[in-house]
């Protein structure tokens, strides 16, 4: 059996995500979802709860959903993608798949071995020295080297898709790396936009996406502001050290901005710089709401103790006993039974964070059953 897995967030679910589950499918007998949970990469909450994105990861064929740990999803796309590729890995799957904006594979692993070499690590420093933010300096450090790489090669998927393709390097993992070119002009940060400005999205959502919404309650970080505001000011300038990547000043401009303002915007206005993108601070206040350090990220970085099992359709059956065969680590599909485990108790904060802004009781990990479809 050829399984091929799918790092993803799903916020929210739309018709680009059910084109690549589809792609997918068609070079593999089954596909794995391993979808961030109850917080995004860009630092917020998730638009939609875990459970509800997963129905509809299976409604639009996936096999199983498992969970992607909080302490990874609240990462830069290196770590992200790092924990992502390591858990695929040690699930055994075959294959991972994505969607990127430049499906010529050969360039994307010259530009993710050319983000290795030192080189390139000269040039990134002299353009960020120039006070330009991260994502231009990377381009224009590979350009300098290699100025034959087109621009869309430096779209978001794919720098997201050479950090996989570095990971999966790193790890010396057999997987196969299969890159879809998107083929539809639809974004979730499009769909969320249009769902807050009250606009159709019958063009951007699937059928079954659609149905859900008038039932649900979309958060924003907005939503989380009372909560941020009141741990933020009882941070200490120790307390801002310890959080993943809060450090060469950063630590004292956010705590300083924290007690002097009393609004989540001023704070982000105040603190995001080209050299501290606004995506890095709000993993940053999200990662100090939830009690995530630097040494419990590192704990995790290159671990994971198990995979915690989200959904599966009712026909996944020989995929998760062909999964138990491979797996190197243990399948969580009763929390109970990791009820105590650090990195399952981070969870049960962020679930309940992100329930408590949906006027839901805690405890969703254990009351919410395994969702099938």
Not at 163 to 168: D, G, K, L, P, Q
């Amino acid at each position: 059996m050829r399984i091929a897995a799918i790092i993803c967030e799903y916020n929210p679910f739309h018709k680009g995500h059910q084109a690549h589950i589809s792609w997918t499918k068609q070079h593999a007998d089954a596909v794995i979802c391993l979808m961030s949970g109850s917080f995004v990469q860009r630092g917020e909450p998730a638009f939609f709860d875990k459970f509800t994105r997963t129905r509809w990861a299976l409604q639009a064929g996936a096999d199983i959903v498992f969970e992607l740990p909080v302490s990874s999803t609240l990462q830069s796309a290196q770590g992200f993608a790092r924990s992502g590729v390591f858990l695929a890995d040690a699930l055994g799957a075959d294959a991972l798949s994505f969607g990127v904006e430049q499906a010529d594979l050969s360039s994307l692993q010259t530009l993710a071995h050319l983000c290795q070499e030192p080189s390139y690590s000269q040039r990134l420093r002299h353009h960020l020295s120039c006070g330009v933010s991260y994502a231009a300096a990377s381009q224009r450090a590979a350009q300098d080297l290699l100025p034959s790489l087109p621009d869309a090669l430096f779209g978001p998927n794919c720098t997201l898709a050479v950090e996989y393709i570095r990971a999966v390097k790193r790890y010396h993992s057999p997987l196969q790396v299969l890159a879809m070119p998107r083929c539809m002009p639809v974004s979730s940060t499009a769909c969320r936009q249009q769902y807050l400005a009250h606009q159709p999205l019958d063009a951007l959502l699937p059928f079954f996406v659609l149905q859900a919404l008038p039932s649900l309650h979309a958060v924003t970080l907005a939503d989380l502001e009372p909560m941020l505001l009141y741990r933020l000011r009882m941070m200490s300038i120790e307390d801002w050290t310890a959080l993943p990547g809060c450090s060469e000043g950063l630590e004292h401009r956010l705590y300083h901005a924290s007690r002097a303002h009393t609004s989540l915007s001023c704070i982000l206005d105040e603190a995001s710089t080209s050299r501290y993108p606004l995506a890095r601070i709000k993993r940053l206040l999200c990662s100090a709401l939830l009690g995530i350090t630097t040494d419990m990220q590192a704990v995790y970085q290159d671990h994971l103790p198990y995979a915690r099992l989200l959904g599966l359709s009712r026909t996944a059956g020989p995929v998760i006993t062909e999964l138990r065969q491979r797996t190197r680590i243990p399948l969580l599909d009763k929390p109970v039974q990791r009820k105590h485990d650090p990195l399952f108790m981070l969870e049960q904060r962020a679930t309940d964070v992100h329930a408590l802004c949906t006027k839901q009781p805690c405890g969703l990990d254990f009351t919410h059953p395994l969702v099938l479809y």
